[in-house]
């Protein structure tokens, strides 16, 4: 993975005492909260309900054993014992004191991390395919790119005030997994008929309160030019994106109000003006970022395994683990396997103090030392030998992470909403722990197949909702919490923004509601393996909204 | 019915105005003001502490008085008052039991 060279190593440490000066003048007095407000949140401090909230960048969501374990000393030593990961591949430290915050960026700053533009009107943390490096689909690694970006990103002067916060995706791999249509910018990784590697580029994709799917404004853009035409969005974005209002302010609104051909126009003039001067990407600048992202030395062996068959026969939680946690590697023999944080009925993204330990050891003992966050908040251990699979299970089970059940019913993406969150409007977690228990039976869950559900506490979108199959958005209805559904989003290639199927629901009838839904699919769909999504795209909304409201709705 | 709450500056915990003006941690010890003027009082108080660096975000929530307890109105500021109803074992719901 990367390693911090002089440069960086050094601007971490400079801002860490940046910002440990800029505390000591809060606390004295000489900062007013106003004055001082910008600056933790270019830290990554929030003020949340109950107490401050720090967030750490886990740049494209990959990091090691080391670094995990520092996660865990801080959730242990500063916190409350544990930390949550976000659906930007970040954690969350949700009861840090203001005083111990310059020493918690101290002891991350050990291990190359930090919380720098995890929040604030700049580019965030550019986020990836979180099986990147190990796919069997994929075209390359879209990591070294990421770290590129991240680079040229990293407290760029021009860019460090935009009109609001700016999010890049990138994926490496015709199947999206990173969500890359529905950010700022998104990067498809492709190759040209020469075989060169390029990207085909999205603009404009966003959630929160006016969902799109971004528009592609590059077929194919060649590798050199990453960086000049990213500059030159970001520049045409800077210049005509609106600062009169905050919510018209991200670029999805721009590309909306000034016509798709026209900022076309206004990003290929600016590329134009600089496509050739100090952001041309030097081709061996890319193969020495890349060789940090080398792959482990992998043999290629059997391509199933005889100890794996033997377990699944004997023991149906393995057996559905394997079933739905693993994803094919690129190297016969290997996989990439999936630590579901969505335990039945608990809370989607916690991860413990304890937890984050063991993820460490398996990942040293079984994964390489390399470990992945995905935006759908789960953990990845990406190059685990097939062979491995049941003793790294049985770690799993007495470490509570062992759930055979990503991609499926109770892998639910949720915010964490109104019990933490000071812009909730509703709570998040505690619907997705009633749905996840409603539902838990390995059974049903098997039964039910794909399906992703999303739940955001308000508008602002971060649990994704839009793009569920089932989206839940929580709102406030006459002081009362109120869930409005969608169906029929999707994050993948074929991205959609799901559609409001009817009146909401209150707290106590919700999930009800998601049970005649998926009913309603199970009675209606082709075969097993119809997913709901297929379902719905064939038959539509009617069938779906007469369950819910009856046939004169 | 109103209380006056904010969040306290070292630590991000939850505090409302109490007796003497000084910033209690528990809303059953806050202080009920009643009337456009005596809340606009006691905001003015809180202004004051947040410019002496004491507290963070001053506002006014409506409460009602359950059984003589001050309850809020507001389930944001119940889940203030009371930490996150998926962690009963955090926040001040979890110190009320041992205190």
Not at chain 1, 41 to 64: C, D, F, K, S
Not at chain 1, 90 to 117: G, R
Not at chain 1, 140 to 148: Q, T
Request: overall charge negative.
């Amino acid at each position: 993975m990367y390693r911090y060279d002089e440069f960086d190593a050094s601007f971490v440490t400079q801002r860490t005492e940046q910002f440990k000066d800029q505390v000591r003048r809060r606390l004295a007095g000489e900062l007013s909260e106003d004055e001082f407000k910008p600056l933790r949140l270019m830290n990554g401090l929030y003020l949340q309900l109950h107490a401050y909230m720090l967030r750490v960048a886990i740049p494209y969501g990959t990091l090691n054993g080391r670094q995990m374990r520092k996660l865990a000393h801080i959730a242990r030593t500063y916190d409350k014992g544990y930390g949550h990961f976000t659906t930007r591949q970040n954690i969350q430290f949700n009861w840090p004191k203001l005083e111990d915050t310059p020493k918690i960026l101290e002891e991350l700053a050990e291990v190359e991390m930090h919380a720098i533009q995890t929040s604030g009107n700049c580019i965030r943390n550019v986020t990836a395919d979180h099986f990147a490096g190990a796919a069997a689909d994929e075209i390359a690694d879209p990591r070294p790119y990421a770290e590129i970006l991240r680079q040229w990103s990293s407290l760029h002067p021009e860019f460090s005030f935009l009109p609001r916060k700016f999010k890049i995706a990138i994926t490496g791999a015709p199947h999206d997994r990173a969500a890359v249509q529905v950010h700022d910018i998104g990067l498809q990784l492709t190759r040209n008929e020469a075989g060169e590697i390029g990207f085909e580029v999205f603009v404009g994709g966003g959630l929160g309160r006016t969902p799109m799917i971004g528009r592609k404004v590059r077929e194919f853009l060649p590798e050199e030019d990453l960086l000049a035409y990213s500059e030159a969005i970001l520049r045409v974005y800077n210049r005509y994106g609106r600062r009169d209002n905050k919510y018209k302010a991200r670029i999805k609104i721009l590309v909306h109000e000034t016509g798709l051909e026209d900022l076309k126009a206004d990003i290929e003039a600016e590329f134009e003006k600089i496509r050739f001067g100090v952001l041309l990407l030097p081709e061996e600048e890319v193969r020495r970022i890349e060789a940090y992202f080398a792959p482990p030395p992998l043999e290629v062996r059997a391509e199933t395994s005889a100890a794996v068959d033997a377990r699944r026969k004997s023991d149906a939680a393995f057996a559905q683990f394997v079933a739905h946690n693993l994803n094919p590697h690129r190297v016969p023999g290997y996989t990439s396997v999936t630590l579901s944080m969505k335990p039945i009925g608990g809370i989607p993204g916690d991860a413990s103090d304890a937890q984050m330990d063991v993820i460490a050891d398996l990942a040293e003992q079984f994964g390489h030392d390399e470990i992945r966050i995905s935006h759908e908040q789960n953990v990845i251990l990406p190059h685990v030998k097939l062979d491995d699979l049941p003793a790294l299970f049985d770690r799993l089970v007495a470490a509570g992470i062992a759930e055979g059940n990503a991609g499926l019913i109770t892998d639910i993406i949720a915010c964490p909403g109104m019990d933490y969150c000071a812009l909730a409007t509703a709570r998040s977690i505690p619907v997705a722990q009633r749905i996840s228990e409603r539902f838990g039976t390995p059974e049903r869950q098997a039964e039910i197949g794909e399906l992703k559900i999303k739940i955001s506490g308000c508008i602002n979108a971060c649990g994704h909702h839009h793009v569920g199959h089932i989206g839940i958005l929580g709102l406030e209805k006459k002081g009362e919490e109120f869930y409005q559904v969608t169906l029929g989003g999707s994050a993948n290639e074929n991205a959609s923004i799901g559609e409001i199927i009817g009146r909401g629901f209150s707290s106590e009838e919700v999930v009800d509601a998601i049970e005649k839904l998926v009913d309603t699919y199970l009675g209606l769909r082709q075969t097993n393996e119809e997913t709901f999504l297929e379902a719905y795209r064939r038959v539509g909304e009617a069938p779906f909204k007469e369950a819910l409201y009856g046939v004169d709705a | 019915m109103k209380v006056i709450t904010a969040n306290r500056l070292l630590d991000g915990d939850v505090v409302w105005l109490g007796a003497g003006n000084a910033w209690v941690e528990r809303i059953t010890m806050a202080e009920v003001f009643e009337g456009k003027d005596a809340v606009a009082g006691a905001l003015a108080t809180g202004a004051a502490a947040e410019k002496n660096q004491e507290v963070v975000g001053v506002y006014d929530t409506d409460v009602t008085l359950e059984n003589g307890v001050i309850t809020p109105k507001r389930l944001r500021e119940k889940i203030r008052a009371a930490g996150p109803t998926t962690h009963p074992n955090l926040g001040k719901q979890a110190q009320a039991v041992s205190a």
